[in-house]
T-cell receptor
């Protein structure tokens, strides 16, 4: 079965790098995602990586995937107070008709201290 | 282009009452999804649809029904609400199944 795990909390100083980690169990996952949720809001898709890639960089965001260890990480460079939010890791499997079912972790609350 | 919208934003129900949550998307997406989010947990998939007129069960479908009569709308129904259905409900849509875009959520309380 699928299970996605994340640490619950992370605090960093403004200007430092943040690294949020995630482990997943389903080896058939094809895509892995990072979503951001601010208080009272929906989930915002930050980035995703295909399972045959090791790394993806998008401006301040770097995603690293270790498929052997089923470990995914999100690095945010030069973390700002506006980055304070809950970050969800998710894996996807293909269900009927190519619809992808996402399995989410419980989220990591990132707090950026001034 | 409003993206994914959800109606209502908040609702309080008594046990046994029924209601329908509406999700609308203006991106011409084929796939639509309903999730629930409980405190300290990630989102769990309730039902999803791969196109107009189709629906399928997700991880936690019991107590819910859905309909997709029009491509742009996906309705989630609770026929007899229970306190265990107190949650925040999110709708999402996707064009090819890879990127899912979420609505702002509906906060439902069942007393």
């Amino acid at each position: 079965g699928e299970d996605v795990e994340q640490s619950l909390f992370l605090s960093v100083r403004e200007g430092d790098s943040s690294v949020i980690n995630c482990t997943y169990t389903d080896s058939s996952s094809t895509y892995l995602y990072w979503y951001k949720q601010e208080p009272g809001a929906g989930l915002q898709l930050l980035t995703y990586i295909f399972s045959n890639m090791d790394m993806k960089q998008d401006q301040r965001l770097t995603v690293l995937l270790n498929k052997k260890d089923k470990h995914l990480s999100l690095r945010i460079a030069d973390t700002q107070t506006g980055d304070s939010a809950i970050y969800f890791c998710a894996e996807s499997i293909i269900s009927s008709g190519s619809a992808r079912q996402l399995t989410f972790g419980s989220g990591t609350q990132l707090t950026v201290l001034p | 282009n409003a993206g994914v919208t959800q109606t209502p934003k908040f609702r309080v129900l008594k046990t046994g009452q029924s209601m329908t949550l509406l999700c609308a998307q203006d991106m011409n997406h084929e796939y639509m999804y309903w999730y629930r989010q409980d405190p300290g947990m990630g989102l769990r998939l309730i039902h999803y649809s791969v196109g107009e007129g189709t629906t399928a069960k997700g991880e936690v479908p019991d107590g819910y029904n859905v309909s997709r009569l029009k491509k742009q709308n996906f309705l989630l129904g609770l026929e007899s609400a229970a306190p265990s259905q107190t949650s925040v409900y999110f709708c999402a849509s996707s064009s090819q199944g890879v990127e899912q875009y979420f609505g702002p959520g509906t906060r439902l309380t069942v007393t």
